[in-house]
């Protein structure tokens, strides 16, 4: 398989993990949505404040997790367009295929991963 090849294959699997990602931003924006709709029309009562607060909590972290991933799925995509894609950001050395066959946004190679995240 040559370079483009597999390049062509990472960005359809980019794009596809991109729609999954805003298919599920959508559904917590939504959620988001019914949760406050339903604390308007209950009113404030002490007893359900605070479970609609942790439940807003747990929607905003989510929806926090899930934006900081599809930037990065961007990212990706930015590098196919820009013939950058596949190769590490710290040290410009190839990131092996089998790297990116489980993390196609990787920007880093596995060690300097590990240099990175202390």
């Given at each position: ?14 794009l ?15 959620d988001?949505?019914?949760?406050s709709?339903?604390?308007y ?8 404040v ?34 950058t ?26 060690e300097?991963?590990?240099?990175l995240?202390?």
């Amino acid at each position: 398989m040559t370079q483009n090849e597999t390049y062509k294959k990472f960005r359809l699997r980019l794009l596809q993990e991109k729609k999954e990602l805003l298919a599920e931003l959508l559904r917590i924006e939504r959620d988001s949505l019914e949760n406050s709709y339903e604390q308007y029309r209950e009113g404030t009562r002490d007893f359900d404040v605070a479970g609609d607060v942790y439940e807003e909590e747990l929607i905003l972290t989510g929806r926090a997790q899930l934006l900081a991933h599809l930037s990065e799925v961007n990212n990706a995509l930015k590098r196919i367009r820009n013939n950058t894609y596949g190769t590490s950001i710290v040290s410009g050395k190839p990131i092996p295929d089998e790297r990116l066959e489980v993390l196609p946004w990787a920007t880093y190679l596995v060690e300097e991963e590990k240099y990175l995240k202390r």
